[in-house]
């Protein structure tokens, strides 16, 4: 089974700068998709940013710009870098999985909060 666990989250303020990870276990990190998720208090859970195994991105309108997603096969790892932070960008972070099977599998998240 696949396990995510996200780190890398904290307090920083506007303007500055968080690298999210999320660690892979399971065997098949580098057939499958990854992404990014996060929830507001109050709001959806919306997609954040998308990686393929092939390495094409996607990113919500909101973050296009200024954060960027990658991934590391030898390390079993997918990153956010996430620059010029806006408060709006507070939320719980999560990592997704999609295998090429089509299941899902879900990290825990991390709190990423933007000071004004």
């Known amino acids: 089974q696949v396990q995510l666990v996200e780190s890398g989250g904290g307090l920083v303020q506007a303007g500055g700068s968080l690298r999210l990870s999320c660690a892979a276990s399971g065997g098949i990190f580098s057939i499958s998709a990854m992404g990014w998720y996060r929830q507001a208090p109050g709001k959806q859970r919306e997609l954040v940013a998308g990686i393929t195994s092939g390495g094409s991105t996607n990113y919500a309108d909101s973050v296009k710009g200024r954060f960027t997603i990658s991934r590391d096969n030898a390390k079993n790892t997918v990153y956010l870098q996430m620059n010029s932070l806006k408060f709006e960008d507070t939320a719980v972070y999560y990592c997704?999985?999609?295998?090429?099977?089509?299941?899902?599998?879900w990290g825990l998240g991390t709190q990423v909060t933007v000071s004004s």
């Open positions: 997704k999985t999609t295998t090429p099977w089509g299941a899902n599998y």
